[in-house]
């Protein structure tokens, strides 16, 4: 999520309609009054309602035996649940926020702003744009300096060529006033999906990662003792011998599971066997260099993972 501004740095920090929750100036700014707060719900109300049977299909609580009374999140870094929301109602209620999206998304958008513009009083105006023409269109908004959304969500790539030319605010401020806790996103994700030239521009989500499920019961036998989540397995190397040990434990049987399906899936279990050998995927002049030594033996390495987990 990245938040656009073509304010001055002083005149959008004194502001008192510029968001550091979803929003910031931008074009002719944020608009309208939406509904006051003495007209919303208790916070503590609308925070149980995101709940694991409100927000997970039922298959899956069924698959994995989900109820309410198990924790998907730390309430302890769960921004939604640690924010003052009494706080934000006094500051920002009745504001209204433009948000710009891909037309694509704008349904999804919808049903998850309903809890957020409860908690907050603000109200967020969806502006679709078609996801084939997002970036001209919204590179051609920010030009004319009258942009149609105050906020938007857009491909992470783009960054520098929104936050370069001044079109994004910076957001280290509000994320330090709103206590955002930064050191909950993974480095990789809040560095180069947020941040430019040292500045926080954006809020990075939709974010994946590599996991790697292991046997319980299996593993404890091979270790002779408790799996260790960090040390257990601290390289692919490692997973490599692992994985075939662990499937000797009960032929027939997968120790290790791995998500190395045919795709980007595959690819990307690739990169980070080839990237710990000290592959890169480009030189300084941006020549491919990924089908070095190190990408065969990603490569090579990815392949008998595979066959071992047959």
């Known amino acids: 999520m990245k938040f656009a501004g073509n304010l001055s740095r002083r005149s959008f920090l004194q502001t008192s309609s510029a968001a550091g929750l ?11 009054r939406a509904f006051a707060s003495t007209d919303l719900p208790d916070p ?17 609580r069924d698959l994995y035996s989900l109820t309410n009374a198990d924790t998907m999140w730390d ?19 009745g504001t209204t926020v433009r948000f710009a999206i891909g037309a694509a998304d704008q349904e999804s958008a919808a049903e998850g702003l309903a809890p957020f513009e409860a ?15 997002f970036y001209d269109k919204a590179l051609a908004e920010f030009i004319s300096g009258n942009a149609s959304f105050d906020a938007l969500q857009f491909f992470s790539p783009w960054m520098g060529d929104f936050a370069a030319p001044g079109f994004l605010a910076p ?26 030239n040292g500045k926080m521009y954006g809020i990075p989500f939709d ?9 319980k019961g299996y593993m404890e036998q091979l270790l002779g003792g408790e799996v260790d989540k960090v040390n257990s397995i601290p390289t692919y190397d490692e997973l490599i011998r692992v994985s075939k040990e662990l499937n000797n ?10 998500m190395a399906a045919p795709g980007f899936w595959s690819t990307y279990t690739w990169e980070h066997i080839a990237a710990q050998a000290g592959m890169m995927l480009f030189d300084e002049n941006w020549e491919p260099i990924f089908n070095g030594d190190a990408g065969m033996k990603g490569l090579g390495d990815h392949s008998r993972t595979g066959q071992e987990r047959q």
């Open 22 to 32: 979803v929003a910031a100036g931008a074009g002719t700014g944020l608009v309208g």
């Open 44 to 60: 503590q109300t609308v925070l149980d309602q995101i709940s694991i049977e409100q927000y997970v299909r039922e298959d899956y």
């Open 75 to 93: 309430p302890a870094t769960d921004w939604i649940r640690t924010v003052d929301w009494e706080a934000v109602r006094s500051e920002l209620s």
């Open 119 to 133: 908690l907050s009083g603000i109200k967020v105006e969806l502006v679709p744009i078609p996801d084939d023409s």
């Open 171 to 196: 957001l280290d401020e509000f994320a330090d006033k709103w206590g955002l806790p930064l050191d909950d996103f993974y480095d990789t994700y809040r560095l180069n999906y947020g941040f430019f």
């Open 207 to 215: 974010c994946d990662i590599q996991m790697v499920h292991v046997r």
């Open 249 to 258: 434990i009960e032929p027939g049987v997968s120790g290790v599971g791995l």
